[in-house]
């Protein structure tokens, strides 16, 4: 069995393909340009005695996700498991945003959850079994200011897990998100972290590995009767 990790070249996708590797998971490995960090990644894969491969495509250019997606299905059939991780920050005051601040903030999160699934929704479909988990974020379920392209882009990915969920339940195909908080990645690097962890009851960020946890057991036969949710790792911060 394997899985799909979109954006799998760093941060929590790295770790979420590592865990799903560790769990017994071959794994295909989604990055756009990152060749070097994904090959990284790809040997963490290896050394916990899975396949890795490497499948380069921008998740927001539907022409190129057609192309590798359907690549994959027909040399190595369909997942057991999709991970849409994949995600971008373009962080402004809405008064000062770009249309490609927009666009392509939209575009990465929400339209690559319709351009990734889309081909394989079906062969999930027929086979009868699936888990799909999409990484959205504590900003879509309250909003942040400086960030109404991420909120609506993240806000819209929980909306579209929900529904997708309700259509697949009867073909055994389960359909959660994970809405991390504060994680210590290059994202959150330049935060004012001091400032922000007063809202956090744990008054600690998150780990990549406490995320790639969650993401795990929504993968996992555990998980079997759980779909159309959101887990959220964020400290106790309320949403």
């Not at 963490?44 to 590798?68: K, M």
């Not at 001091?194 to 790639?212: H, K, Y």
Request: hydrophobic letters at 45%.
């Amino acid at each position: 069995m394997y899985a799909l990790v979109t954006g799998a070249s760093r941060g929590i996708g790295a770790a979420i393909a590592t865990r799903l590797a560790s769990d017994g998971f071959d794994i295909v490995l989604n990055y756009r340009s990152r060749v070097a960090e994904a090959e990284a990644v790809a040997e963490q894969v290896r050394a916990c005695g899975r396949a890795a491969h490497l499948l380069p495509f921008d998740v927001g250019d539907r022409e190129a996700c057609q192309q590798a997606l359907a690549a994959m299905l027909e040399e190595q059939g369909c997942p057991e498991a999709v991970v849409l991780n994949a995600g971008i920050t373009r962080d402004t005051l809405f008064g000062m945003m770009s249309e490609a601040d927009w666009d392509d903030v939209l575009g990465t999160s929400l339209g690559g959850f319709y351009q990734v699934l889309r081909p394989l929704i079906g062969p999930l479909m027929r086979q009868r079994r699936g888990r799909i988990v999409a990484l959205a974020s504590v900003s879509g379920q309250v909003g942040n200011a400086g960030q109404v392209n991420y909120s609506a882009a993240k806000g819209g990915l929980i909306a579209a897990v929900k529904a997708l969920a309700r259509e697949v339940a009867k073909r055994k195909v389960t359909v959660n998100a994970v809405a991390p908080g504060l994680i210590a990645t290059d994202m959150t690097a330049d935060l004012p972290l001091d400032q922000m962890l007063a809202a956090v009851p744990m008054a600690r960020v998150g780990t990549v590995e406490e995320v790639a946890h969650g993401v795990s057991f929504l993968c996992s036969p555990g998980a079997s009767y759980i779909t159309g949710q959101v887990l959220g790792i964020n400290g106790g911060l309320v949403t």
